[in-house]
């Protein structure tokens, strides 16, 4: 499992080595023990500006930004999905609506977010949500259509009412998706938030990032993106055991 | 007591006629086994009897009283899949009517009422032969097994009347005669009168007490549209099979 992992880094600092040995000073490839240094420096010593270390106040930043993101989208998507793949008229209503914003590009909205609701944290946010919510929802809904019909006339004869059916049968059917569907859109919320804290921001990962590829820092640029990969990477591992611990029956096999 | 009368019964789509004059009288606590070939409308019956649709023309009465329009806890149902729930373990599964019926908005029990309903659901668990099975899902079942626990769940809601839609199609030919043994005993022992579709002839005569067989008297293919199926034969079973009352007599090569 490790073995790819460690191809790359030896891969890597075989084309280091090769490139410093041309250039001591080539910034484009730096060796392990610039790493070393520019770890050192970002993320156990305090800014002399500021006080604070750089790398833990830009992830606070970031992963406050896209939990707020991912949250909002989570709450929208069980509630917009629930309803558009539980009734039919509201379906009929919705879905082309929903289908048709799934396909705004959200980066072309960035500068109306940021007209407005400001250069703030409410219109990074919002890209966030704007970016993975549709794509949610419609997956929930699909979801939500898809339970056999058979299940519900079968709650119907077990005296369910609507309201029962919704809360017994539906909604427990669809939570460990809409965890799966949260993992699936890690990806695009990043995508989001690196793009939105580029462009304006005075804090966070992306900005970071950015605003040091003025210098080529390449020996700060790496180390951040490896800390961004591993921090999604677990985050998409809790959120896997997290459904596996609640929703038990969602890992066995699918009954016929 | 549940005697159903149909009168004069057509179902159509669209402009396809599926059933036509359709006028039946089905005795309390009968076992009746509906048979025909493939596409004449047995399972629009079910559904029509069970509430999920509505028939074009005639009545249906349950002792005298209109059919209600919705499905509900007065008719059970037993479908050949999808009949269980697979996000809740067996006991949790023969519980959600008791649930459904009793605990009102929050659709769950809780101290006295809660232990009452388990226990209650445990011996129809252990009526059905699912003893020690309480805490598996559905998809860690059997075939046969499943299908026991989908006839336990619909039994908690003590219907007037059990519908059965080719329910024990899919099992083996020993594990089927394993549950028809069950199907009978049920029959004796509860008031409920069975209309149970099948395309195995053998099961119809070994379990019900009357077999009736719906047919498209005109069956050419320009003549599909216009002429529905309709009662072709209607069979009951000598000697008498009455629920509760123990018959000797048995058809030859019946097992047990
Ligand atoms: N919702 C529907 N809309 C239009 N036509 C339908 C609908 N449901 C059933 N039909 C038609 O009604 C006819 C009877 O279907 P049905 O499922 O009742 O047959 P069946 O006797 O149960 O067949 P099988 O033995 O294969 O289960 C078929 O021709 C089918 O195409
Ligand atoms: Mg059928």
Redesign the pocket.
């Known amino acids: 499992m490790l073995l790819p992992f460690m191809v790359l880094v030896v891969a890597y600092s075989i084309g280091s080595t090769i490139r410093l040995a041309d250039n001591p000073n080539d910034k484009l490839l730096p060796g392990l023990l610039g790493f070393g240094e520019a770890i050192q420096r970002m993320a156990f010593t305090a800014d002399p500006h500021t006080g604070e270390i750089l790398l833990w106040s830009d992830t606070k930043a970031s992963l406050f930004r896209i939990f707020c993101g991912l949250g909002i989208s989570t709450v929208l998507a069980l509630a917009v999905g629930m309803v558009i793949g539980m009734l039919p008229h509201v379906r009929a209503l919705l879905a082309p609506f929903v289908a048709a914003i799934a396909m705004v590009p959200p980066l072309a909205l960035l500068p109306i977010l940021f007209i407005v609701l400001g250069l703030g944290e409410t219109s990074k946010i919002a890209l966030i949500v704007i970016g993975i919510a549709p794509t949610m929802m419609r997956e929930l809904a699909m979801r939500a259509q898809e339970l056999p019909r058979e299940q519900i006339i079968k709650a119907e004869t077990l005296s369910g009412n609507s309201w029962q059916i919704a809360l017994r049968v539906f909604l427990p059917q669809i939570l460990p998706r809409l965890i799966t569907s949260m993992r699936l859109q890690l990806g695009p919320a990043w995508l989001f938030l690196i793009a939105a804290e580029a462009i304006s921001s005075d804090s966070g990962l992306g900005y970071r990032i950015f605003l040091v590829r003025r210098y080529l820092a390449m020996d700060v640029i790496f180390p951040y993106v490896g800390w961004i990969t591993l921090l999604a990477v677990l985050t998409s591992l809790l959120l896997d055991q997290f459904r596996k611990w609640i929703f038990p029956w969602s890992e066995l096999e699918a009954a016929p | 007591m549940s005697e159903l009368v149909i009168e004069n019964l057509w179902k159509e789509?669209?402009s396809?006629i599926?059933l036509e004059r359709i006028s039946l009288t089905i005795a309390s606590r009968s076992f009746v086994a509906l048979v025909?070939?493939?596409?004449?409308?047995?399972?629009?019956?079910l559904?029509i009897l069970l509430g999920q649709?509505q028939a074009t023309r005639g009545k249906i009465l349950v002792d005298g009283q209109p059919l209600p329009a919705e499905p509900g806890a007065e008719r059970g149902v037993v479908f050949q899949q999808y009949s269980v729930f697979p996000h809740l373990t067996v006991l949790g599964n023969v519980l959600l009517g008791k649930e459904f019926s009793d605990a009102g908005i929050k659709a769950k029990l809780f101290g006295a009422a809660k232990r009452n309903a388990i226990s209650e659901a445990k011996a129809m668990i252990e009526d059905v032969g699912l003893g020690g099975a309480e805490d598996k899902y559905p998809s860690q079942l059997s075939g046969g097994m499943r299908q026991r626990l989908a006839l336990a769940q619909a039994l908690m809601m003590k219907p007037k009347v059990l519908l059965l839609?080719?329910p024990f199609g899919a099992l083996d030919p020993g594990i089927r005669a394993d549950i028809h043994t069950l199907m009978k005993r049920l029959w004796n022992q509860t008031q409920m009168t069975i209309v149970m579709?099948t395309?195995d002839l053998r099961e119809a005569f070994t379990l019900a007490s009357r077999v009736i067989a719906?047919e498209r008297p005109r069956d050419r293919p320009e003549e599909r549209e216009g002429y529905g199926a309709t009662i072709t034969k209607d069979h009951e079973i000598w000697p008498p099979r009455v629920a509760g009352v123990a018959s000797n007599y048995r058809p030859p090569g019946e097992g047990k």
């Open positions: 789509y669209d396809q599926v025909g070939p493939s596409g004449c409308g047995k399972s629009t019956f559904r649709e839609d080719e579709v395309h719906f």
